[in-house]
């Protein structure tokens, strides 16, 4: 047993702690962020749902996100970061989803902010690859999602909980996964390496990434109970 099962107010109650989490795209991380909050009570944003919320409240940033995204542009660095910041300035604890991105934005973050951790769910090419051109997702609810291999729907290409049909996203072919596959090997992986010299190797969490969602999320979570228990925080004070 341990002091953390079913107690998320307990991590919350200790010293200030950040972490990034990384994988490869499609490698689960939306899954894991949210698991984590609902556990353990630490809030963890991805700068799309920052972006989101700031257009929705209409602020000075989020005019200029909604500006530069309906030109079909892309939000630089500077002033992803400043919505970052916003979001994040003042709060003990708080996870990152897929940021920084890329040494640049690690570099920018860093002046300001110092991670206690990297959470890095490793998942082969071949694994996010399968997954990606086996998926398919319901006509009339995206939320129905089917893989042909490891949860095909009873009946071939009809969604099993509302009769629709079944489509795989353009996204999914296999050379568009491959082609963001090469992105983030040559833009995201170096961060590792980058913190891994900031921080130390301790400080750079691997977790195989294969499995189920909750397969996965034991053993994330098998990782927070350790770092996060008071022995280990009486270790790195």
């Known amino acids: 047993t341990t002091i953390f099962k079913k107690e998320p107010k307990l991590v919350l109650s200790m010293k200030p702690f950040s972490f990034v989490l990384i994988s490869p795209p499609g490698g689960g991380k939306g899954t894991q962020k949210e698991k984590i909050t609902q556990h353990f009570g630490v809030p963890v944003y991805s700068t799309g749902d920052i972006f989101r919320k700031e257009i929705a409240q209409g602020t000075a940033l989020g005019l200029k996100i909604k500006k530069i995204v309906d030109s079909g542009g892309f939000v630089d660095d500077q002033t992803t970061y400043d919505i970052v910041r916003n979001q994040i300035t ?42 990606a051109i086996n998926r398919r997702i319901c006509t009339q609810n995206p939320q129905h999602i089917y893989n042909l291999l490891s949860m095909p729907p009873r009946r071939s290409g009809i969604c099993d909980q509302c009769g629709s049909g079944l489509f795989q996203r353009s996204d999914d072919q296999r050379e568009k996964v491959l082609g963001r596959l090469r992105t983030y090997h040559e833009q995201t992986e170096p961060i590792l390496e980058h913190y891994r010299r900031k921080l130390g190797d301790d400080k750079i969490i691997r977790v195989n990434g294969v499995g189920t969602p909750d397969e996965v999320f034991h053993r994330v979570e098998d990782v927070f109970r350790r770092y996060l228990s008071p022995s280990h925080q009486e270790a790195v004070r």
């Open 90 to 131: 003042g709060l003990q604890q708080y996870g990152l989803d897929g940021y920084p991105r890329t040494l640049a934005q690690a570099r920018i973050y860093d002046k300001d902010f110092n991670l206690s951790m990297v959470l890095f769910l490793d998942v082969p090419d071949e694994e996010i690859v399968g997954r």
